[in-house]
């Protein structure tokens, strides 16, 4: 089992930046099935949905449109940790932000398949 820890939300104004982490630790996943490791949010009254994810070199990555270049995602494979950077931030990104420790893609869709998740952390956008 992996165990994920999230770290870096908090309230925002529109326009401002916030950088998120998450600390693995515990089992990786390493099969071939796997791309990598990222985040996905969840705001109240909507389902979860997929941000982003790098694979597991570092060397590759994928963004939801609502996100695209505004956030960068990478890791440090020598500290188990992914990180988020945020910019331009809106209202509309406000969520519950969860790391996920091991994102598939199936057919146009990212999952996560483990089924561990972290506590997740709060970002707050105000207008």
């Known amino acids: 089992q992996v165990q994920l820890v999230e770290s870096g939300g908090g309230l925002v104004q529109a326009g401002g930046s916030l950088r998120l982490s998450c600390a693995a630790s515990?089992?990786?996943?390493?099969?071939?099935?796997?791309?990598?490791m990222g985040w996905f949010r969840q705001a109240p009254g909507k389902e979860r949905e997929f941000v982003a994810t790098i694979n597991w070199s570092g060397t590759s990555t994928y963004y939801a449109d609502s996100v695209k270049g505004r956030f960068t995602i990478s890791r440090d494979n020598a500290k188990n940790t992914v990180y988020l950077q945020m910019n331009s931030l809106k209202p509309e990104d406000t969520a519950v932000y969860y790391c996920?420790?091991?994102?598939?893609?199936?057919?146009?869709?990212?999952?996560?398949?483990?089924?561990?998740w972290g506590q997740g952390t709060q970002v707050t956008v105000s207008s």
């Open positions: 996920a420790a091991d994102i598939r893609k199936y057919g146009s869709t990212w999952y996560e398949n483990s089924g561990s």
């Open positions: 515990g089992r990786t996943f390493s099969s071939s099935r796997s791309y990598g």
